[in-house]
Structures are given as C-alpha cells and as structure tokens.
C-alpha cells in the first residue's frame, strides 16, 4: 500500500480496510493479516491509557506508539495521529510533531478539522509528508462538540461538512476520515471527491472502514455504539484465561511436569 494506489482503490470500488493499532504484539497479528493501514490513533489515550478523551497524549508518547507499531508491522502503511494542539500552535511546532511521527516509522499523518488547518496541511503536504484528513466527529474537539455524538444532524452542517471535505481534498489530503455521520451525507461526500473516504459510523458507502482494534475485538465493555462490530469476544475470553491461570496456579496443576526445567 502507498498513497499512489488508494485513488484506483477508490475507482475500482476496492474497499480500503483500515484499523488502529498501538504496540508492536498487536502489530505483528496485524502485519499477518489482510488489513490495508494502520492508523496509529491518539484513541491510544483512551484504549491504551485509560483516559476518558484523546486530550492528554503528547506528540512523544504518539512517537513512541508509532515506533513499537513499526517494529512489529514492517510492511504496513502507518498513519500516524498528530495529537490534540500539536498542529496548532505554530508551523515549527507543527514540523517538529510531524517530524517526530515520520522518524519513528510512519509514512503519514492524520490531523483533525479543517478550519485554520489548510495552510498546514500545504505545507506539511509540501514537505513531502501525507497527510489524511478527519471531519465529522473529530474527538480533540469533544469539548466544543458537546461530547461523542453524531454529526451532521441538520442542512446547515451538512453543507458544512461537504464544504469542509472539498477543501481538505484541496488542501491536499490523500484521504479523509469521516467519523460519526450520517451515511447519505458520508455517501454524497464519497461521491463528490477524488479522494478515498475512511468511514468510521459512516455507513456503508464510504471507500473503506476504520475501527478502533479494542472495539473490533470486543476488549472494551463498557463502549459499543451502534456501529462498533465485535469480532471476538475479547473481554470474556481474556478473563477466561487469566481466571483458568488463577484456578491452575491455586490447586497446583500450574505449572505441570513438562513445564518445570529438570536438574
Ligand atoms: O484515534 C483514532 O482512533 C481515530 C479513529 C477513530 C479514526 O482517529
């Protein structure tokens, strides 16, 4: 996968398969498997750190993530998420958090909204770094937003968001994430632009999925809208093993003969 490929993906109606990714153990499943990229998401706030947003990780920590998920996915294409204000408060700090992400493995940036970010994303894209797009729900802003709802909900935003996306194509993103949107809207932005789509909560007529990989394995209990598929029962049958390990180690059946060194 490189960015050169994803517009004849999009032609040919090949759905891109995106899905995040923190640490090199899970990297290396995923370096196995038929998924496309990896977003290296600053959802590893949340998911990884147990914060109740995205907010409190650093441009070092995202750096660090991005690192541990290249050593374990050598072949992957690595989105990495510039995080909350590392793009926005001046082009040197911009550079220096794009350049931190770019030297730890990853072969492009994400960053959120496009209100006060063109200029940014041109030059960023002018470096000779890709940058993916994200409107619609755009987590670093939940505080604005009123919390994680969907977006899109009335004519006035939906025109924004479909006037929001063309300048993010313009601006020169090679993708765009919609997150949380209604599917016809998601479907009327897919439409209008050149560029693939990555939905997220965006129905089905985007040009490829993203979801948050704790959410797909089911590690997460206490988080499932509506448009999160389970693919294992992960909590269940982690709790399983550690509760058997409990159980083996209690009545002495852990560790058995074979698992003693002799001598
Ligand atoms: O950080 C993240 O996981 C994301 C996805 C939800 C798109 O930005």
């Given at each position: 996968m490189n960015i050169l490929k994803l517009p004849e993906r999009k032609r040919k109606q090949d759905k891109i398969v995106m899905i995040t990714c923190y640490d090199y153990t899970s990297a290396r499943i995923v370096e196995q498997?038929?998924?496309?990229?990896?977003?290296?998401?600053?959802?590893?706030?949340?998911?990884?750190?147990?914060?109740?947003?995205?907010?409190?990780?650093?441009?070092?920590?995202?750096?660090?993530?991005?690192?541990?998920?290249?050593?374990?996915?050598?072949?992957?294409?690595?989105?990495?998420?510039?995080?909350?204000l590392s793009y926005r408060k001046s082009l040197s700090e911009t550079m220096n958090a794009v350049g931190q992400l770019m030297q730890a493995g990853a072969e492009s940036v994400k960053l959120e909204g496009i209100n006060g970010n063109e200029e940014t994303i041109r030059h960023i894209v002018d470096s000779g770094v890709p940058v993916m797009g994200h409107i619609g729900l755009t987590p670093q802003s939940v505080n604005q937003l009123g919390g994680f709802h969907v977006q899109g909900g009335n004519a006035a935003d939906r025109d924004r968001l479909k006037t929001e996306a063309l300048t993010c194509q313009a601006a020169g993103c090679f993708a765009l994430?919609?997150?949380?949107?209604?599917?016809?809207?998601?479907?009327?932005?897919?439409?209008?632009?050149?560029?693939?789509?990555?939905?997220?909560?965006?129905?089905?007529?985007?040009?490829?999925?993203?979801?948050?990989?704790?959410?797909?394995?089911?590690?997460?209990?206490?988080?499932?809208?509506?448009?999160?598929?389970?693919?294992?029962?992960?909590?269940?049958?982690?709790?399983?093993?550690?509760?058997?390990?409990?159980?083996?180690?209690?009545?002495?059946?852990?560790?058995?003969?074979?698992?003693?060194y002799a001598g």
């Open positions: 498997s038929d998924v496309d990229m990896i977003l290296v998401g600053d959802s590893a706030a949340m998911v990884m750190h147990g914060h109740n947003t995205t907010l409190p990780i650093s441009v070092e920590m995202m750096a660090w993530h991005v690192a541990s998920v290249r050593n374990g996915a050598p072949t992957k294409f690595i989105v990495g998420d510039l995080p909350f994430v919609l997150e949380c949107v209604p599917e016809t809207l998601a479907a009327e932005i897919s439409a209008a632009l050149t560029i693939p789509t990555i939905g997220i909560g965006a129905g089905a007529q985007t040009d490829g999925q993203v979801l948050v990989m704790h959410d797909l394995l089911g590690l997460n209990q206490d988080f499932r809208p509506k448009f999160v598929r389970r693919y294992l029962d992960g909590n269940r049958q982690w709790l399983d093993a550690f509760n058997q390990y409990a159980s083996d180690v209690r009545d002495g059946s852990f560790p058995a003969s074979e698992e003693r």
